[in-house]
Each structure stands twice: as structure tokens, then as C-alpha cells.
């Protein structure tokens, strides 16, 4: 099966703050992807990411950046973090031509 | 950006009733996905609906793709305890990216 992990389940960083989330997948997929849950708004598309080194603006891209060097590593970027930027972050990846995505389980991210 | 819209936001049931969820978009989709997050998790795929008119059923669940493309529902029957959490709707277009509805948290009581 394969396997997106993300490095932290909870987070708690300060306004102002730049912020790394990263996330790995291991199965050579190239497709990437990174969406906010919050309550009531269901998942919302940040950035994503088709192949190393390019990048789409998803629907909510502002306050937000994107890092792909490698394939299997997907790293979202707050440059200076808000406590509108306080949300459930989730990382998924997806093999072209396929429909299966496979989700990480999420990091926290609170911003005080 | 797209937008689906899923009702019901939620859901407060007892234990063995049946369930039933929807999602309407403005939009034509090529497929159409139903997820469930369960508390602390990622979304995990339950059914995926490739052709209008398509009924398609998981064990206990059952959804189907709506005959216009812009809609579908899913059904659970006898929820079960481990039914418990957040069902997504989603829909998928170019580039293969997914637009995915507000989400519908089951509650279920004993």
C-alpha cells in the first residue's frame, strides 16, 4: 500500500513564524497535493504538484508556497504565519491515471 | 474555484438506522468519489463512480452518480458504531484534481 506521511501530527508556532510541513510519499507517484480541512468548508485545494519542480496554484493559494526538489518529498511553506492560517493540513498523493488518492493523517497546525 | 455543495453538515443518528447523504455541484464531473475521514485520520476512499446513472455498492454502502453529472448520494444501512465519523463527497475534473464537498459528521448512539 502506499504510504504519505506527514512529519507532524500536531503543530504550534507563533504569528509571524515561517512554517515548514512536509510530506513524503513511497511509491513514485508523481502527482502531489496539499488541502486545509476546516470545519464546514470541507477540503480546499492549497498547491499542487505534478511533477519535480513544477507547481499549481490550487483555489486558496495566498499566504502560501510550495517546495517539490524530489519526487517522493512535498513541502508546504507559510512564509509568515496568521492565526487564519490555524487548520488541519492534509498531504495527498496520486499516480497518474488513476483515481486513488491516498491521504497522510494530517498535521494541526495552530498558530498563536 | 468549483464547489460541491453536501448535505446533510450532520448527523445524529441511533445505532442500525439507515443513512443518507448527498452532494449537488454546479458543475459536470468525470467521477465522482465518497470518502470517510475517521477522527484523527486522512480520508480513506470507500466508492468511486465512473459513468452517469452508475449504482454501486460497498458492503453496507450504496452510492450512485447522478444521471445529469452534478450530483450524487451515498447510503449506509444498519449503521454500525464504526460507521462514526466525517463523510466527503468529491468530484474529480482536468488535471485530475479533486473539489471536494463540506463534509457530513455522523454521530452515532448506542
Known amino acids: 500500500d502506499v504510504k504519505v506521511t506527514q512529519s507532524s501530527r500536531y503543530l504550534v508556532k507563533r504569528t509571524g513564524e515561517k512554517v515548514f510541513l512536509e510530506c513524503v510519499q513511497d511509491m513514485d507517484h508523481e502527482n502531489m497535493f496539499w488541502y486545509r480541512q476546516d470545519p464546514g468548508l470541507g477540503l480546499r485545494l492549497i498547491y499542487f504538484s505534478y511533477d519535480v519542480k513544477m507547481k499549481e496554484k490550487g483555489d486558496i493559494p495566498e499566504g502560501y508556497s510550495v517546495s517539490r526538489e524530489k519526487k517522493e518529498r512535498f513541502s508546504l511553506i507559510l512564509e509568515s504565519a496568521s492565526t487564519n492560517q490555524t487548520s488541519m493540513y492534509l498531504c495527498?498523493?496520486?499516480?497518474?491515471?488513476?483515481?486513488?488518492?491516498?491521504f497522510g493523517s494530517g498535521t494541526r497546525l495552530t498558530v498563536v | 474555484g468549483q464547489q460541491l455543495n453536501q448535505s446533510p453538515q450532520s448527523m445524529f443518528i441511533q445505532e442500525g438506522e439507515d443513512v443518507s447523504m448527498n452532494c449537488t455541484s454546479s458543475s459536470i464531473f468525470n467521477t465522482w468519489l465518497w470518502y470517510k475521514q475517521d477522527p484523527g485520520e486522512g480520508p480513506v476512499l470507500l466508492i468511486a463512480?465512473?459513468?452517469?446513472?452508475e449504482l454501486t455498492s460497498n458492503g453496507r454502502l450504496t452510492a450512485q452518480f447522478g444521471i445529469t453529472r452534478k450530483d450524487s448520494f451515498l447510503n449506509i444501512s444498519a449503521s454500525i458504531p464504526s460507521d462514526v465519523g466525517i463523510y466527503f463527497c468529491?468530484?474529480?475534473?482536468?488535471?485530475?484534481?479533486?473539489?471536494f464537498g463540506q463534509g457530513t459528521r455522523l454521530t452515532i448512539n448506542p
Open positions: 463512480l465512473y459513468k452517469a446513472g
Open positions: 468529491a468530484g474529480q475534473s482536468y488535471l485530475q484534481k479533486l473539489v
Open positions: 495527498a498523493s496520486l499516480l497518474v491515471g488513476w483515481d486513488r488518492y491516498t
